[in-house]
C-alpha cells in the first residue's frame, strides 16, 4: 500500500487547513499522525472504514475532524482553530485490517506510512 499525503503549508494561528492522504488501494484503518522537531510522534486522528468510527487524541478534540472521501478514495483531516503547538509535520498512515481500539492510537498498529507534510502555524 502507498500512502501520499499532502495539503501541509503555513497559516496563522486560529486558521485552517485540510491534509488528504490517498492511498493506493483501499485500507481499513486509516491513521493521520505528527511529528514536531524534537518530540516523538504522537496520535492526532484515525478512521476506521467499517463502521465509519473517528477517534481523536484529547490535544486536538472538537478542533479536527477525519473523515473519509470514497470518490476520491482518500482519509482527511481538516484542522480549525490552528496552534502554534500544532506545528509538526504530519504523516498517514494505515492498516489493511480494523485494528482494535485500544491500539488505534499506538503507531505500531499501521504498517504502512506516508512521506509527511509539513504543517507550520505562526503565532
Known amino acids: 500500500v502507498q500512502l501520499q499525503a499532502s495539503g501541509g503549508g503555513l497559516v496563522q494561528a486560529g486558521g485552517s487547513l485540510r491534509l488528504s492522504c490517498a492511498a493506493s488501494r483501499r485500507t481499513f484503518t486509516t491513521g493521520w499522525f505528527r511529528q514536531a522537531p524534537g518530540k516523538e510522534r504522537e496520535f492526532v486522528a484515525a478512521?476506521?472504514?467499517?463502521?465509519?468510527?473517528?477517534y481523536y487524541a484529547d490535544s486536538v478534540k472538537g478542533r479536527v475532524t477525519i473523515s473519509r472521501d470514497n470518490a476520491k478514495n482518500t482519509v482527511d483531516l481538516q484542522m480549525n482553530s490552528l496552534k502554534p503547538e500544532d506545528t509538526a509535520v504530519y504523516f498517514c498512515?494505515?492498516?489493511?485490517?480494523?485494528?482494535?481500539?485500544?491500539?488505534?492510537?499506538?503507531?505500531?498498529?499501521?504498517?504502512?506510512w506516508g512521506h509527511g507534510t509539513q504543517v507550520t502555524v505562526s503565532s
Open positions: 498512515a494505515a492498516n489493511p485490517n480494523t485494528v482494535v481500539l485500544s491500539a488505534i492510537s499506538d503507531f505500531n498498529s499501521y504498517a504502512y
Open positions: 478512521f476506521r472504514w467499517s463502521g465509519g468510527n473517528t
